[in-house]
Protein backbone atom coordinates (compact mmCIF):
# COMPACT_ATOMS: atom_id res chain seq x y z
CA UNK A 1 0.00 0.00 0.00
CA UNK A 2 1.21 3.83 -0.40
CA UNK A 3 -1.05 6.52 -0.15
CA UNK A 4 -1.20 9.28 -2.80
CA UNK A 5 1.19 12.09 -3.64
CA UNK A 6 0.03 15.78 -2.44
CA UNK A 7 -1.38 18.22 -5.60
CA UNK A 8 0.32 21.23 -6.27
CA UNK A 9 -2.67 23.34 -5.35
CA UNK A 10 -2.03 27.27 -4.16
CA UNK A 11 0.27 26.87 -1.10
CA UNK A 12 -0.20 23.21 -1.36
CA UNK A 13 2.69 20.50 -2.57
CA UNK A 14 5.13 21.27 -6.06
CA UNK A 15 4.14 20.59 -9.24
CA UNK A 16 4.51 17.17 -11.90
CA UNK A 17 2.98 15.05 -8.96
CA UNK A 18 -0.20 12.96 -9.38
CA UNK A 19 -2.35 14.93 -7.98
CA UNK A 20 -1.00 18.65 -9.36
CA UNK A 21 -3.73 20.81 -10.39
CA UNK A 22 -6.30 18.35 -9.58
CA UNK A 23 -8.57 21.29 -7.71
CA UNK A 24 -7.40 24.43 -9.87
CA UNK A 25 -7.11 27.85 -8.22
CA UNK A 26 -8.62 26.37 -5.08
CA UNK A 27 -6.74 27.14 -1.63
CA UNK A 28 -8.71 26.10 1.66
CA UNK A 29 -7.21 28.72 3.68
CA UNK A 30 -8.73 31.56 1.29
CA UNK A 31 -12.00 30.20 3.90
CA UNK A 32 -10.27 31.02 6.94
CA UNK A 33 -12.72 34.02 7.58
CA UNK A 34 -15.97 31.68 7.22
CA UNK A 35 -14.77 29.72 10.63
CA UNK A 36 -15.13 30.53 14.21
CA UNK A 37 -12.11 32.02 15.90
CA UNK A 38 -11.61 29.25 17.88
CA UNK A 39 -11.22 26.54 14.31
CA UNK A 40 -8.94 29.16 13.14
CA UNK A 41 -6.61 29.40 15.20
CA UNK A 42 -6.38 25.16 15.62
CA UNK A 43 -6.20 24.98 11.36
CA UNK A 44 -3.69 27.69 11.51
CA UNK A 45 -1.42 26.60 13.25
CA UNK A 46 -0.93 23.66 11.40
CA UNK A 47 0.68 25.84 8.68
CA UNK A 48 3.22 27.81 10.86
CA UNK A 49 6.19 25.88 12.31
CA UNK A 50 6.29 22.53 13.29
CA UNK A 51 6.05 21.31 16.91
CA UNK A 52 9.71 21.17 18.34
CA UNK A 53 10.19 17.33 18.68
CA UNK A 54 10.02 15.75 22.06
CA UNK A 55 9.31 12.31 22.65
CA UNK A 56 11.30 10.57 19.82
CA UNK A 57 14.93 10.28 20.00
CA UNK A 58 17.03 11.78 17.43
CA UNK A 59 17.69 8.31 15.88
CA UNK A 60 14.12 7.58 16.31
CA UNK A 61 13.19 10.75 14.69
CA UNK A 62 15.18 9.56 11.64
CA UNK A 63 13.48 6.04 11.09
CA UNK A 64 10.13 7.92 11.74
CA UNK A 65 10.78 10.59 9.39
CA UNK A 66 12.02 8.16 6.52
CA UNK A 67 9.08 5.52 7.86
CA UNK A 68 5.98 8.38 7.11
CA UNK A 69 8.12 9.80 3.97
CA UNK A 70 7.51 6.16 2.60
CA UNK A 71 4.20 5.85 3.58
CA UNK A 72 2.45 8.96 2.26
CA UNK A 73 5.11 9.51 -0.95
CA UNK A 74 7.15 12.09 0.33
CA UNK A 75 9.96 10.76 0.01
CA UNK A 76 10.97 12.65 -3.07
CA UNK A 77 9.09 15.89 -2.39
CA UNK A 78 11.34 19.04 -4.28
CA UNK A 79 10.08 21.60 -2.14
CA UNK A 80 10.69 20.62 1.68
CA UNK A 81 9.15 23.78 2.85
CA UNK A 82 5.92 22.12 1.18
CA UNK A 83 6.05 18.80 2.84
CA UNK A 84 3.59 18.18 6.08
CA UNK A 85 5.70 17.98 9.18
CA UNK A 86 3.82 14.16 9.61
CA UNK A 87 6.69 13.07 12.30
CA UNK A 88 6.20 16.31 14.40
CA UNK A 89 2.80 15.85 14.77
CA UNK A 90 2.76 12.42 15.68
CA UNK A 91 5.80 12.94 18.11
CA UNK A 92 3.57 15.90 19.92
CA UNK A 93 0.42 13.73 20.33
CA UNK A 94 2.89 10.38 22.07
CA UNK A 95 4.95 13.60 23.92
CA UNK A 96 1.26 14.29 25.38
CA UNK A 97 -0.26 11.24 25.05
CA UNK A 98 -2.89 11.75 23.05
CA UNK A 99 -3.82 8.50 21.85
CA UNK A 100 -7.00 7.11 20.48
CA UNK A 101 -7.92 6.46 23.47
CA UNK A 102 -7.63 2.19 23.26
CA UNK A 103 -4.85 -0.07 22.10
CA UNK A 104 -4.59 -3.57 21.02
CA UNK A 105 -4.26 -5.95 24.13
CA UNK A 106 -1.68 -7.32 22.73
CA UNK A 107 0.43 -4.33 22.07
CA UNK A 108 2.15 -1.81 23.86
CA UNK A 109 1.24 1.51 24.72
CA UNK A 110 1.41 3.69 21.81
CA UNK A 111 4.86 5.75 22.29
CA UNK A 112 6.50 2.29 23.57
CA UNK A 113 4.99 0.30 20.23
CA UNK A 114 6.25 3.45 18.02
CA UNK A 115 9.75 3.15 19.80
CA UNK A 116 10.23 -0.82 20.01
CA UNK A 117 8.90 -0.83 15.68
CA UNK A 118 11.48 1.57 15.07
CA UNK A 119 13.82 0.24 16.52
CA UNK A 120 13.40 -3.50 14.63
CA UNK A 121 13.06 -1.77 11.44
CA UNK A 122 16.35 -0.17 11.84
CA UNK A 123 17.95 -3.36 12.87
CA UNK A 124 16.24 -5.20 10.08
CA UNK A 125 17.94 -2.18 7.93
CA UNK A 126 21.30 -3.25 9.73
CA UNK A 127 21.01 -6.86 9.17
CA UNK A 128 19.71 -6.49 5.53
CA UNK A 129 21.20 -4.08 3.65
CA UNK A 130 24.37 -3.31 6.59
CA UNK A 131 23.38 0.26 7.07
CA UNK A 132 20.53 2.29 9.39
CA UNK A 133 16.89 2.22 7.65
CA UNK A 134 17.04 6.08 7.31
CA UNK A 135 20.28 5.80 5.18
CA UNK A 136 18.71 2.82 3.03
CA UNK A 137 17.63 3.45 -0.79
CA UNK A 138 14.07 4.21 -1.63
CA UNK A 139 13.71 0.33 -2.61
CA UNK A 140 15.26 -1.04 0.04
CA UNK A 141 13.15 0.94 2.66
CA UNK A 142 9.75 -0.08 0.77
CA UNK A 143 10.89 -3.72 1.04
CA UNK A 144 11.15 -3.47 4.73
CA UNK A 145 7.87 -1.85 5.31
CA UNK A 146 5.96 -4.17 2.60
CA UNK A 147 7.43 -6.89 4.84
CA UNK A 148 6.09 -6.14 7.70
CA UNK A 149 2.47 -5.03 5.87
CA UNK A 150 2.60 -8.39 4.15
CA UNK A 151 3.26 -10.53 7.35
CA UNK A 152 -0.45 -10.08 8.11
CA UNK A 153 -1.33 -11.21 11.80
CA UNK A 154 2.08 -13.13 12.15
CA UNK A 155 4.46 -11.88 14.44
CA UNK A 156 7.46 -9.57 13.50
CA UNK A 157 10.11 -9.32 16.28
CA UNK A 158 7.18 -10.18 18.80
CA UNK A 159 4.65 -7.96 17.78
CA UNK A 160 1.65 -8.94 15.43
CA UNK A 161 2.68 -7.34 12.48
CA UNK A 162 -0.44 -6.23 11.01
CA UNK A 163 -1.25 -4.19 14.45
CA UNK A 164 2.19 -2.29 13.73
CA UNK A 165 0.68 -2.03 10.33
CA UNK A 166 -2.25 0.00 11.92
CA UNK A 167 -0.60 1.84 14.36
CA UNK A 168 1.73 3.67 11.64
CA UNK A 169 -0.74 3.90 8.91
CA UNK A 170 -3.21 5.52 12.01
CA UNK A 171 -0.92 8.12 13.23
CA UNK A 172 0.60 9.25 9.60
CA UNK A 173 -2.70 9.48 7.85
CA UNK A 174 -4.68 11.46 10.87
CA UNK A 175 -1.70 14.18 10.92
CA UNK A 176 -1.37 14.34 7.28
CA UNK A 177 -5.11 14.52 6.51
CA UNK A 178 -5.76 17.14 9.34
CA UNK A 179 -3.13 19.96 7.46
CA UNK A 180 -4.80 22.49 4.97
CA UNK A 181 -2.43 20.95 2.46
CA UNK A 182 -3.76 17.43 1.87
CA UNK A 183 -7.69 19.18 1.79
CA UNK A 184 -6.32 21.34 -1.31
CA UNK A 185 -5.30 18.10 -3.07
CA UNK A 186 -8.88 16.82 -1.59
CA UNK A 187 -10.83 19.85 -2.55
CA UNK A 188 -11.81 19.83 1.11
CA UNK A 189 -13.25 23.61 1.93
CA UNK A 190 -12.63 22.84 5.39
CA UNK A 191 -15.14 22.92 8.61
CA UNK A 192 -18.44 23.78 8.12
CA UNK A 193 -19.20 25.69 11.40
CA UNK A 194 -20.98 28.37 11.33
CA UNK A 195 -21.33 29.17 7.63
CA UNK A 196 -22.65 25.51 6.60
CA UNK A 197 -23.10 23.28 3.77
CA UNK A 198 -26.48 23.47 1.93
CA UNK A 199 -25.78 21.87 -1.31
CA UNK A 200 -25.56 18.48 -0.17
CA UNK A 201 -25.73 16.33 -2.60
CA UNK A 202 -23.70 14.04 -5.37
CA UNK A 203 -21.45 16.60 -7.62
CA UNK A 204 -23.87 19.51 -5.82
CA UNK A 205 -20.90 22.31 -5.17
CA UNK A 206 -20.89 25.50 -2.59
CA UNK A 207 -19.86 28.82 -4.57
CA UNK A 208 -16.40 28.62 -3.15
CA UNK A 209 -16.38 25.10 -3.74
CA UNK A 210 -13.83 23.73 -7.06
CA UNK A 211 -15.21 20.85 -9.83
CA UNK A 212 -12.42 18.05 -9.78
CA UNK A 213 -10.42 19.07 -13.03
CA UNK A 214 -9.95 15.03 -13.61
CA UNK A 215 -13.03 13.51 -11.72
CA UNK A 216 -11.65 9.85 -13.75
CA UNK A 217 -8.53 10.08 -12.36
CA UNK A 218 -8.31 7.36 -9.35
CA UNK A 219 -4.52 8.10 -8.47
CA UNK A 220 -5.00 4.75 -5.81
CA UNK A 221 -5.99 2.29 -8.16
CA UNK A 222 -3.10 3.72 -10.48
CA UNK A 223 -1.14 2.65 -7.97
CA UNK A 224 -2.42 -0.26 -6.82
Known amino acids: MRLPR?????????????????????DVLDQSSHWDPATTGVVLARVGMAPDIRFFTPD???????????????????????????????????????TDGWRYDDM???????????AWLDADAN??????????????QGS???????????????LCAERVWSLWTRYAC???????????????????????????????LEPFEVRDARPGDDPLRRRA
Not at 16 to 22: E, L, V
Not at 144 to 158: A, C, E, F, K, P
Not at 178 to 203: C, T
Open 127 to 140: EQFGCDFAACSRAQ
Open 108 to 118: PDDGQAWRESL
Open 174 to 204: TAFYSHPFAWNEMGFSGPAYPRGYKNAGIDR
Open 6 to 26: RGAEPGAPPAGQPWSGRFPGF
Open 60 to 98: EEAVATALCDQLLAQDDATEPQARVAVVNMIDARLAERQ
Open 144 to 158: LIHSVQNRGSDTWHG
